[in-house]
């Protein structure tokens, strides 16, 4: 997994990329002082988990975490522990309490691979797909998949008959579905084309299902229907 560390203090972010060195399935690809080349590394590089401070100059973590539409998984490291409350709102993996010792480090980004590997086992083929159901893989027809909603640290996955529920997030999903059927419509929804009923103003009917159109997402989805005028 990549990770960038994130924290204004040289001596915290020492120590976390130390705690990662340890960590055989950790690359360390940046360390950034703020939040403004944090957000540059992340439109520049594959990232898969953060470490960011919550506590810095001019742009917060927390400020930083509202200004991500798509963003990777979040593990938050602070000096104190009234952001707790918050930071779970934002669905980040974990919140890390400095100092930091070796067994907590390890207990989150645990909790980080778990939901990177659930994640990987979403596999497309050309018409199908597999999905792992409790301890059942489900073959699952593209036809059939209405929709995909963000649920936190997991998503749902609506299809014409059933819901499932998949320990996933859906950039993760985005990456590996078929992009002529499937499209990005707002930060909590990807859509089959396909499937759309009808448009209006900026919400989509999909059979009894409304979703909202993103005003950052808009442009792009209109250039994927369509039009006869």
Do not use: W
């Not at 040289?10 to 060195?21: F, G, P, R, T, V």
């Not at 707790?84 to 989150?108: C, G, T």
């Not at 014409?160 to 320990?167: A, G, S, T, Y």
């Amino acid at each position: 997994m990549n990770c960038i560390i994130v924290d204004d203090d040289d001596a915290s972010a020492k120590a976390l990329a130390q705690l990662a060195k340890q960590i055989d399935y950790l690359t360390v690809v940046k360390t950034c002082t703020n939040s403004l080349d944090a957000l540059a590394v992340l439109q520049k590089e594959r990232i898969d988990l953060v470490f960011l401070d919550v506590e810095m100059p001019e742009m917060s973590g927390i400020e930083m975490l509202r200004t991500i539409d798509v963003r990777p998984q979040i593990i938050l490291t602070t000096s104190q522990t009234k952001y707790a409350s918050e930071a779970f709102d934002l669905n980040v993996v974990d919140y890390l309490v400095k100092p930091i010792a070796l067994p907590r480090f390890v207990k989150a980004v645990s909790k980080a691979r778990e939901i990177n590997e659930a994640s990987s086992s979403f596999n497309i083929s050309k018409d199908f797909f597999f999905i792992k159901n409790n301890s059942v893989l489900m073959k699952i027809l593209i036809k059939d998949v209405l929709l995909i909603e963000a649920l936190g640290d997991y998503v749902k996955l609506h299809t014409k008959d059933q819901r499932f529920i998949l320990h996933a997030t859906l950039k993760s999903l985005e990456s590996k579905l078929p992009n002529n059927k499937f499209v990005r419509v707002h930060r909590s929804y990807i859509i089959q084309i396909d499937s759309i009923k009808e448009i209006e103003d900026t919400t989509i009917f999909i059979n009894d299902i409304s979703v909202p159109i993103g005003a950052i997402y808009k442009e792009e989805f209109i250039k994927r229907l369509n039009l006869l005028y």
